[in-house]
């Protein structure tokens, strides 16, 4: 089986430890090639090479590193087929919506490289004779620690944004998805970036990543993952009190109230539900619908669901192919079980839809309440918990009831009442009649509980990846 280097400091390098670790297509469940196994002792020579071309990238005038990184965008077109090969192989993901991933991010890139160019410092009012002023400058060095689930569109955004702003690179991609990773170094690598600007270290979470979070030589992390490791990395991060960027997990509630067009919400939320394996931070995570409503919009939502056509990620008619890892799929199965065994219903799936690789049936579990492990924590799997309520008060305490507070959603007629919902949910944000959906230009994560800190996403996402230094000079004659 093919294995597959590292890029530090602009050279491809196998791991110090010479050693090597499989990935797996969670279609077929077989091998697909060995990446570098990556420790301490390579993370040590990637945050090196960082740091090395800190002086020369993070001084370069913005114009200029905006004009290099702005090749990025056409690179990602260019290399689209074999991220689309990977992320089908490597994540399971199903073509057309991997075809749409990369068009998406080499969307973002542009956006972004573009926007980097309005970055502005500021000049303060001061004395004669006095200048004043707010620079702006890059953090340093920023560690990229990405996840599994959407690999090709994370990756994407989570490096643009610190190198446009200055800030040299070491991107330690889910170990799930290391093939992609290295794809992804191979693209970078005819942007024609100073060596070291850009590194890709492959390996564990729990080893290479540990390395990473803790090493004295980043100065920022910039991590998508879950609560738990965030908090982690957190941790590692305090001894040298680095910023932390992060976007973490998600418990998100949709409310479908009295009033609403129970037709439209059951059927448009039933469609996007299950889109990329329902591995989503934003998939909601409990639908509260109105007692009034509550049968017909279990009947509708299930209706939808046993029409998703489940299957080989690289047929093009395929709307779900399988969860990305076998660790995954087995948690999903554990909330299934607990949901029954709690008391709820399973009104459509529930069980493996295929000997081999690791596909779930698209699950519907009507009946929950919210005390259960499936209301309480976050699914990310195929399986939607439906959840009844009888008042706007009760509803709106319920779905603040987590530890979790990134998306929301309302169904409703009544627009008076569509606002009350915006301000009393403590969310980073809210979708009214319509499921979530994110164009280039909007902004995501936020600062809400457990979900989160600091933001992605247009000036403000690129502004946390700058720091804002003030000079003052006297020129008194
Ligand atoms: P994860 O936390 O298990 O892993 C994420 C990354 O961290 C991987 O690269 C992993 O190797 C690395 N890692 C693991 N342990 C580490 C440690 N101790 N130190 C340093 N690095 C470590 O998350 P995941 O399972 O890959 O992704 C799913 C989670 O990500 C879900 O909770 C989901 O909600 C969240 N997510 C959030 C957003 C968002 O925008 N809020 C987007 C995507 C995913």
Not at 242 to 260: F, Q, S, T
Not at 262 to 275: I, K, L, S
Not at 293 to 317: C, H, N, S, T, W
Not at 355 to 378: C, N, S, W
Request: charged residues 20%; aromatic residues 8%.
């Amino acid at each position: 089986m093919k294995s597959y280097k590292m890029f530090i400091g602009g050279t491809w390098v196998d791991a110090v430890s010479g050693k090597t670790f499989p990935t797996v297509n969670p279609a077929t469940e077989e091998e697909i090639g060995q990446a570098a196994l990556g420790g301490p002792e390579d993370v040590d020579k990637a945050v090196k090479a960082a740091n090395d071309a800190l002086p020369g990238w993070s001084r370069m005038v913005q114009s200029e590193r905006s004009r290099i990184m702005s090749r990025m965008g056409a690179a990602i077109r260019k290399y689209a087929e074999e991220f689309v090969d990977l992320e089908v192989r490597e994540h399971g993901t199903p073509i057309m919506m991997a075809k749409g991933f990369a068009a998406a991010g080499a969307d973002n890139a542009d956006y972004t490289m573009a926007l980097s160019r309005a970055l502005m410092g500021q000049v303060f009012p001061s004395l004669a004779y006095v200048k004043s002023y707010l620079q702006r400058v890059p953090i340093g060095v920023c560690a990229v620690i990405t996840p599994w689930n959407v690999p090709l569109m994370m990756m994407i955004d989570m490096v643009a944004a610190p190198l446009v702003t200055g800030n040299p690179v070491v991107l330690k991609p889910a170990s799930v998805n290391s093939l992609l990773g290295v794809k992804f170094a191979e693209m970078m690598e005819t942007l024609g970036l100073p060596p070291g600007v850009f590194n890709l270290v492959t390996g564990p979470g729990g080893s290479a990543g540990v390395a990473l979070a803790a090493h004295p030589g980043v100065d920022l992390i910039r991590f998508t993952g879950s609560s738990e490791t965030g908090k982690e990395i957190m941790r590692a991060a305090a001894a040298t009190t680095k910023k932390v960027i992060m976007e973490l997990g998600g418990n998100n509630p949709v409310i479908v109230c009295e009033d609403a067009d129970v037709v439209a919400a059951a059927t448009q939320q039933a469609q996007r539900h299950f889109g990329n394996t329902a591995q989503n931070c934003s998939t909601p995570g409990r639908y509260y619908v109105h007692e009034k409503l509550y049968d017909r919009f279990v009947d509708i939502f299930a209706e939808q669901v046993k029409k998703i056509v489940v299957g080989d990620p690289a047929d093009e008619k395929t709307a779900m192919g399988p969860m990305a890892n076998k660790q995954q799929m087995k948690k999903v199965e554990y909330y299934i079980e607990s949901a029954i065994k709690e008391g709820a219903r399973i009104v459509c799936g529930g069980k493996r839809a295929a000997e081999k690789g690791y596909f779930l049936q698209p699950t519907v579990i009507a009946d929950v309440t919210h005390d259960m492990t499936v209301a309480r924590e976050e699914i990310f799997g195929p399986a939607a918990a439906i959840l009844k309520f009888s008042s706007e008060e009760e509803v709106i305490r319920l779905a603040n009831d987590s530890e979790y507070g990134l998306v929301a959603g309302v169904w409703t007629k009544d627009m008076a009442k569509a606002l009350r919902f915006t301000e009393e949910l403590r969310v980073d944000s809210v979708y009214i009649n319509m499921p979530r959906t994110m164009a280039t230009e909007m902004t995501w994560g936020g600062n809400v509980k457990e979900s989160g800190v600091g933001k992605s996403g247009n000036m403000c996402g690129l502004e946390e990846f700058t720091d804002l230094k003030m000079v003052c000079i006297n020129y008194a004659p």
